[in-house]
């Protein structure tokens, strides 16, 4: 039994797409932009047929604005009581992001996880569809909140920073 309840794995799943390194893409320059969501075609890849992609942005995450931010927490906000919902997100300012959904959405009744990569899902030897399903499985099991998710590993969105030097998330 989860916190979901005991079908989570036939819990829908709403990925709301923000760009950042998961969705990079080289160009015909062999200049790295923000492509098209990778997020459909790895959850495709891994059988995952319950899930709705809603494109929110496409943008570094560097690049993000207040107004953003906001609207992602309106989206959030919009899901239905109880949903899993996986945001994509560049990993530049994914805490920031996450603690903005919490000071704005509060005690949510939904399970709310960021994740991205540190490699775009593009490159042979990225973490991006690890991350993802992941995430996947933190909004299907974990109690509602807001978390961030990386390399294996489940954050709590208060305290999570991203540690540069290490490439890592603690």
């Known amino acids: 039994m989860t ?43 891994a059988g995952l047929t319950n899930h709705s992609i809603v494109p929110v942005l496409t943008k570094d995450s560097l690049d993000l604005t207040p107004e953003d931010r906001d609207r992602l ?9 109880g949903a ?26 939904k399970t709310v996880v960021l994740t991205g990569a540190l490699q775009p899902a593009a490159m042979s030897h990225s973490d991006a569809a690890f991350n993802l399903g992941s995430a996947v499985i933190a909004a299907r099991t974990c109690p509602p909140g807001v978390y961030v998710v990386m390399h294996g590993t489940v954050f709590d969105a208060a305290t999570v920073r991203k540690d540069k030097a290490q490439g890592r998330f603690v």
């Open 3 to 45: 916190e979901h309840g005991a079908d989570a794995a036939g819990l829908e799943v709403y990925v709301l797409t923000t760009g950042g390194s998961i969705d990079k893409i080289y160009t015909l320059q062999g200049e790295m932009e923000i492509g098209p969501s990778a997020a459909g075609e790895l959850l495709e890849r």
């Open 84 to 109: 899993a919902v996986v945001i994509t997100h560049g990993t530049d300012t994914m805490p920031e992001t996450g603690r903005h959904l919490l000071k704005h959405i509060g005690h949510t009744d």
């Open 73 to 81: 927490a309106e989206l959030v906000d919009g899901c239905p009581p």
